[in-house]
């Protein structure tokens, strides 16, 4: 129960979250341990394309991270992701998430693109074949590779985020896929409190989610 007992402290007393409207109701930024642990068992097992084996529970990066934005795209969004970035690494210190000097060392890889160029990406990277699949099953509007060994560990992720479609999609995504590549696979449309609902458009790191990670990240827990 001490891991709860940490997720709850880091999770309670917040002010409203940034983006939210003022004076938030409780379920934006306090949370039970029921729900905080229906979150963690719901995101952090399991996802929505596996390829390969599975992993026997659940997958995190295990040494700090570095994270490099590959720009590009028709809209300048490279510091607007770099402040993205700046906050998971401020809010999780768990994490010990810093930025690489190239893609080349970064573990967490964020490409921006424009839409247009989503399917071609995602073609480069992983193939015809697992693009189509990927594409018919989630119709995804920005997406996440995580790549994992046997025992949960991440090796590598790459985000795609899309930056030519207005901020609010744009930071959604942002929020959203970088949860993913930190080990949160899954989504819950009936979780009203993550950014992981994929009816919701969030745009900022919610309280809840913030929570999960600190979880998840959380030196006692154990990936396998
Ligand atoms: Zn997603």
Redesign the pocket.
């Known amino acids: 129960m001490s891991l709860l007992t940490a997720a709850l402290a880091a999770s309670g007393r917040q002010p409203a979250p940034p983006g939210s409207f003022e004076g938030a109701p409780p379920q934006y930024t306090r949370f039970s341990a029921a729900e905080i642990m229906r979150g963690f068992l719901a995101l952090s097992f399991g996802s929505?394309l596996r390829i390969g084996a599975t992993p026997r529970g659940i997958r995190r990066f295990d040494h700090p991270i570095r994270a490099a934005v590959i720009t590009g795209g028709s809209v300048d969004r490279a510091a607007a992701m770099q402040r993205v970035l700046d906050e998971y690494a401020q809010k999780v210190p768990n994490l010990h998430l810093s930025i690489a000097e190239s893609a080349a060392n970064a573990d967490v890889e964020v490409r921006l693109i424009d839409e247009k160029d989503f399917t071609a990406a995602l073609k480069a990277a992983f193939g015809a074949k697992i693009t189509r699949t990927f594409v018919r099953r989630?119709n995804?509007q920005?997406?996440?590779s995580v790549k994992s060994s046997a025992d949960g560990a991440i090796l590598r992720a790459v985000s795609f985020i899309i930056v030519d479609k207005g901020g609010d999609v744009f930071l959604d995504c942002a929020y959203?896929?970088l949860?993913?590549a930190f080990g949160l696979s899954n989504?819950d449309q009936r979780n009203p409190w993550t950014t992981?609902n994929?009816r919701r458009m969030v745009g900022y790191l919610t309280v809840y989610d913030r929570g999960l990670l600190t979880l998840l990240y959380d030196r006692k827990s154990s990936p396998a």
Do not use: A, F, G, Y
């Open positions: 929505d989630t995804p920005c997406m996440t959203h896929e949860l993913h989504h992981l994929q």
